[in-house]
Each structure stands twice: as structure tokens, then as C-alpha cells.
């Protein structure tokens, strides 16, 4: 299966098929307001597929270390926004401007605990008083779907979390973090964890 998800078109069909990329639209648009976003800065955007639902009127800049990933982005989407390989960090402000949104979907999982917490604390140390980082993950839960449980079980990322555990990497870096398990966002039996975190604090 690694391997098959290697190819972007593969990758994309996948996502589809099993109703994970409607996941993501589905968060996206239930948890996020982005009418007013100027700059989005997506880490691992993969084929780049999701700039498609993205605002004409928002700057898009994608960002992901697979370079077959990245060449096809740039080749089927590269007329509305930036798609470069490397990693992400802080110094990326200095290239691509100052986000006010910034989108992990499905990354945070293949992320060790001290990599996960290094790109929340360097997304929250770019973002602006008024910025939203936003991450959608797969999620352990006790009693979850037995068809849940074996696809994340499989998964290529090896660090899903539970619910506390994508709490507490948040917080490391977030005054003000929310998350969200949900269980109805694909076809296919899974369990999502979408972390939404601010730098403002609710009152």
C-alpha cells in the first residue's frame, strides 16, 4: 500500500474512494471561516487537489518533500498557487510572506513528538494575532469502528494520536486550541480528529 500511495494519481483515488478527501472538505468548511484569509500556507499538500477549494481572492503556497507530489501540483494547479518542495519551518515567512492559515490535513500522524511540536510551535510563531492553524488527523478512540481501528492500525503514519494527545501537542504552542472527533465524515468507518488552535484566548 505504501508504495501505491506513492503516485499522486494513486494517492488522490485512494482519497476518494474511500470518501477521505470529502472528509477534508467536509472539516474545512464545518470548522473554518476563510471569507477574510489572505495567505494559506498548506504543509504536506500532497497533488495539491485541495487548492481547489480554496478562496480565488486567498494566496495559496503548498508545501510537501515528495517531489512527484509537487510536480504534479505545479502542473495541474501551479496557475493558482505556489506548490515547493521542502520542509516546512519558520524561515518560510521570509520566502512566501506571513500566512494568516495554516493547513496540516492528515500530517501530523507521521510526526514524532518532537517534529509534531517543532512545526506547531513554528506555525504559531509566524502567525499573526488573528490566525487559525488547522489540522485534520486520523484519531484513536476507545470503542471506536473495528474498521476504523484496522485502517488506522495500517496507516503509513505511525504517531496517531488520541483526542488528549492532539490537545496537549497544540497546546504546546496555542493558548486557545479545540478539538473535534468526529466519525461521520467518510463513507468508510474512520475516526478524525480536526484540531483548530489561535493565539487569542477565548474570554
Not at 486567498?58 to 496557475?79: K, L, M, Q, S, T
Not at 519558520?90 to 520566502?95: E, I, L, M, P, Y
Not at 492528515?106 to 494575532?129: F, M, N
Not at 468526529?182 to 474570554?203: G, M
Amino acid at each position: 500500500m505504501t508504495h501505491i500511495l506513492e503516485s499522486p494519481y494513486l494517492y488522490q483515488a485512494f482519497q476518494a474512494l474511500g470518501g477521505f478527501y470529502g472528509a477534508r472538505i467536509k472539516a474545512f468548511d464545518s470548522y473554518l471561516d476563510v471569507s477574510n484569509v489572505k495567505r494559506i500556507f498548506d504543509i504536506g499538500c500532497g497533488p495539491g487537489h485541495f487548492i481547489r477549494h480554496i478562496p480565488d481572492s486567498a494566496e495559496y503556497v503548498g508545501f510537501d518533500v515528495d517531489p512527484r507530489y509537487i510536480e504534479f501540483a505545479n502542473r495541474h494547479f501551479g496557475e493558482r498557487g505556489k506548490f515547493v518542495v521542502r520542509l516546512f519551518d519558520r524561515s518560510a515567512t521570509d520566502d512566501y510572506g506571513q500566512p494568516d492559515l495554516i493547513l496540516m490535513n492528515g500530517v501530523l500522524h507521521h510526526l514524532d513528538e518532537k517534529s509534531a511540536r517543532t512545526v506547531i510551535q513554528d506555525s504559531a510563531a509566524i502567525l499573526p494575532q488573528h490566525g487559525v492553524f488547522f489540522a485534520l488527523d486520523a484519531c484513536h478512540r476507545i470503542g471506536q469502528h473495528p474498521i476504523s481501528r484496522y485502517l488506522i492500525d495500517n496507516d503509513r503514519g505511525t504517531f496517531v494520536r488520541d483526542e488528549q494527545g492532539y490537545r496537549d501537542l497544540a497546546k504546546s504552542a496555542f493558548p486557545e486550541v479545540d478539538v473535534f472527533v468526529r466519525e461521520d465524515l467518510s463513507w468508510v468507518p474512520y475516526t478524525f480528529a480536526i484540531t483548530r488552535a489561535t493565539k487569542v484566548a477565548k474570554p
